[in-house]
């Protein structure tokens, strides 16, 4: 796998699969409205989106970006944010609240299932940081700390509906504290890691 983003394509797409292959054998899942033919669409959002924060980083940071050429990638958090947002953006799984809320009395959906596109999201995290790392450290896992999760879902769900507003660099620099979390060795093995363009 190189550093390339879209050389995640393919961990995306069997990631959302395998979380809906999964849930469809739960309580519930009849409340979930599932658009394969908007799969496609995340990676044309995220396009669209990593170009938007290249021209921001790179055009209106020069001291920041002072070594770099325009066309340079970016680190793997920028990259899961700007998957988080485009997923958001194509919307192609969500909970039917209001087919829910009809019937709520006879059916009780569990957790999973009402928060699967918030569960989606954190897999791409958890995916590309593993992935990422075991290129250099094979016994890598990414550390996730106790209660962490539900936070995080919190969050999404908060800009499922408004994913325009998703902040990109900030929802990154989450990522990075949380893959430091792991005591990843690699920051330290290369002292020159963050000057590696990715």
Known sequence: MSYYSESW???????????????????????????PERIKDIFLNYEIEMRALKDNIF??????????????????HKIIALYIKSFLKANPIEFDNKKYDEDYIKDNPILTIRLIKEMICFSFVVVIINAWNKKNIPDFELKIPKNYHEHFYKLIYYYSNRPDDLPVLGLSHIFYLLEMNSQCLFFHKIPDYFDIQK
């Open 9 to 35: 394509k393919e961990s995306i797409e069997k990631t959302i699969q395998s979380i809906i292959t999964n849930c469809s054998k739960k309580n519930g899942y009849k409340y979930v409205n599932y658009y």
């Open 59 to 76: 055009k209106n940071y020069p001291l920041i970006s002072k070594n770099k050429k325009e066309e340079d990638l970016i680190d793997h």
